[in-house]
């Protein structure tokens, strides 16, 4: 579990936990956090192990996969979730930020997902669930550098699920939109005037981005698919 030291990643880690699985907590720089959601993570009576580092490093992006399964052993569900992207305007977007944002997070999911699908065929089990955006479809507010990554990942998502459901692997995504402690919200009166357009009229929780999460990792015929947590912001 990628970007698991808080918000939707911690959501995620612990319903895994609860639903019996071993969770590794991948973080990026947030140590203490992911160490946290670990212990709350074996208080639930199942093994974690805390794995760290910069993600735009697709070679340290592989280690973190096998250091995950010298502990823990073979990896059977994988969740992208971490993600980075700095507010920015195409105007004031640097190459060296588009460059990060996309090893970040697209190739890193990319590079995760070429080391663990291989025994996943093999074993004839694997559920890999990738987080993308709203703003893979609407260009979102965060820049396009951020839009570009989570389209990516859905293009990512629909090209592996096509290619392994018949070994047993399925491959899903979840667009989520203005959840609740993250670090992809704005602040201020900009946060006020997005919670008013959104039709159930607040913002989402990490908890319910789990939620579906959970329904399509244990549910082995649900496969292709991307599925909006949005608050009915945009149906489709």
Do not use: C
Request: hydrophobic share 45%.
């Amino acid at each position: 579990m990628t970007g698991a030291s808080g918000g939707i990643g911690a959501a995620v880690a612990n319903r895994l936990a609860l639903a019996g699985a071993d969770v590794a907590v991948a973080y990026g720089h947030r140590r203490e956090p992911a160490a946290r959601i670990a212990a709350k993570v074996r208080g639930a009576g199942v093994r974690s192990q805390v794995v760290g580092g910069d993600l735009a490093s697709a070679e340290l992006a592989a280690g973190m996969v096998a250091e995950v399964e010298q502990a823990l052993g073979p990896i059977d569900v994988l969740v992208a979730n971490a993600g980075t992207a700095p507010m920015k305007t195409l105007e004031d977007l640097s190459l060296e930020e588009w460059e990060r944002t996309l090893a970040v997070n697209l190739t890193a999911p990319f590079v995760q997902a070429q080391a663990v699908v291989p025994g996943m065929r093999e074993r004839g089990f694997g559920r890999i669930l990738t987080i993308s955006s709203v703003a893979a479809f609407t260009g979102g507010m965060v820049g396009p550098h951020y839009a570009a990554s989570k389209a990516g990942l859905i293009g990512l998502t629909h090209s592996l699920a096509s290619r392994f459901a018949a070994d047993g692997v399925t491959v899903n995504a979840i667009a989520p939109a203005l959840i609740e402690d993250t670090e992809m919200l704005p602040g201020g009166p900009d946060a006020d005037a997005l919670k008013a357009r959104i039709p159930v009229g607040r913002l989402g929780r990490p908890e319910e981005v789990a939620d579906i999460a959970i329904s399509v990792l244990t549910n082995g015929y649900v496969t292709n698919q991307v599925i909006g947590v949005d608050g009915g912001m945009h149906p489709r």
